[in-house]
């Protein structure tokens, strides 16, 4: 099973509690930066653009405490920049846990396998290695050769010592539907808990503005990644949000039901996006135009945004919004979806080279070939 049954009871009773409190709007993740500093700077990324002296800086274990107690989801996010950078990550990370929390702690797995020691297996805890792929795509996403292996190996020892290990893959344009299956093979074998995916965003600030994926285009892909699925793959994220990145539904953006606090402040209005911040978590929710932001608002910059920042909480809102949304979450938990027309489709697609160059820290290929 993907996720523990005391996670999903933990999940429902939260979300089926604030329902019954009549509220419309309502925190399911946290996403909690602690720092934007990174050992990898990747072509997709939009959070390592800042200047120096804002990327030297963290947020202390007491200032993640205080965000955290304050928005009150019961699940954290932490993301980055590289959390595992951070000096006290392991005391943050005891700190939540003590509260109760389910922790996904995102990381590249780059010195992961060098810090394992300052963790203990928990339930609460899981460490989300970010891997775009197999080892080709996964290296020219994070712009580092070698870096797939690094992070397979760290994944294998956190599996080996009994963590709690799932995987998050950012999909954008030029993914390979039939490498995309062929990695969730390789992952299944390493003994993961369970797989995440999302389409990337196209942030303004990220190195490499060519490789957004527009909506039409990600359903389309998803659509012949996810249909004709194996029995095998786990994944570790709402049934109904693969569906709605396959096109087989549609969801409003609920992002507020992700909200990112970092070293500003609560991020308006969301994971991707800043248009201000505000200082409190109830100032974000109370004082934010919520009806400039998603697809329906007209908005460009969410015009193609399919990210589970904005919806994944949208689904999991629909499950327990009614029966139907729970009979169709458990329907969709355990379909196949089996689909004639996506197989014929990716039967006939031919490997198609990598469309952008890998770009290392450093400079490009070219560049230092010249």
């Known amino acids: 099973m ?17 329902r019954l409190k009549g509220r419309k709007r309502y925190p399911l993740v946290l996403m909690l930066e602690p720092l934007f500093r990174c050992n990898l700077a ?3 990324c939009g959070k390592i653009q ?4 804002i990327l030297k800086q963290q947020l202390t274990p007491e200032e993640c405490f205080r965000a955290v107690d304050e928005c009150g989801a019961p699940i954290v996010s932490i993301p980055g920049g590289e959390p595992l950078l951070h000096p006290q990550i392991h005391e943050i990370v005891e700190g939540l846990i003590a509260r109760k929390k389910y922790i996904y702690l995102c990381t590249n797995a780059l010195v992961l396998k060098e810090k394992l020691d300052l963790f203990k297996p928990s339930k609460y805890l899981s460490f989300s290695v970010h891997l775009d ?9 994070v712009c580092r050769e070698g870096g797939f292996e690094i992070a397979v190996e760290a994944v294998k020892e956190a599996v080996r010592r009994g963590f709690r290990v799932t995987t998050n893959t950012t999909l954008f344009d030029g993914a390979d539907p039939k490498s995309v299956r062929a990695f969730f093979d390789e992952m299944m074998d390493l003994g993961v808990e369970g797989m995440m995916l999302s389409p990337g965003y196209a942030y303004e600030k990220a190195p490499n503005q060519e490789l957004w994926l527009q909506r039409e285009r990600t359903k389309r892909l998803f659509r012949l990644i996810l249909s004709n699925r194996k029995r095998r793959w786990v994944f570790n994220q709402s049934a109904l949000f693969m569906e709605f990145l396959m096109g087989l539904r549609e969801f409003s953006c609920t992002p507020w039901g992700m909200p990112t606090y970092n070293l500003f402040g609560w991020q308006r209005p969301c994971y991707v996006q800043q248009d201000g911040y505000a200082e409190t978590f109830e100032e974000l929710l109370e004082e934010t135009d919520w009806s400039r932001y998603g697809p329906e608002s007209g908005n460009p910059k969410c015009a193609n945004c399919m990210m589970h920042s904005g919806f994944e909480a949208t689904a999991v809102h629909h499950t327990f ?8 979450t ?7 979806y089996e689909d004639r027309e996506a197989a014929e489709e990716l039967e006939k697609l031919q490997p198609a080279p990598h469309p952008w160059e890998l770009v290392q820290i450093g400079g490009t290929n070219r560049e230092r070939a010249s």
């Open 2 to 18: 993907a996720i523990p049954i005391s996670q999903m009871w933990t999940v429902a009773a939260y979300v089926l509690k604030q």
């Open 42 to 44: 990747c072509a997709g």
């Open 50 to 53: 800042y200047p120096h002296h």
């Open 133 to 141: 792929g197999q080892k080709e795509h996964h290296d020219f996403s």
């Open 321 to 328: 919004s009614s029966w139907r949304g729970f009979l169709d």
């Open 330 to 336: 458990i329907r969709a938990t355990f379909s196949l």
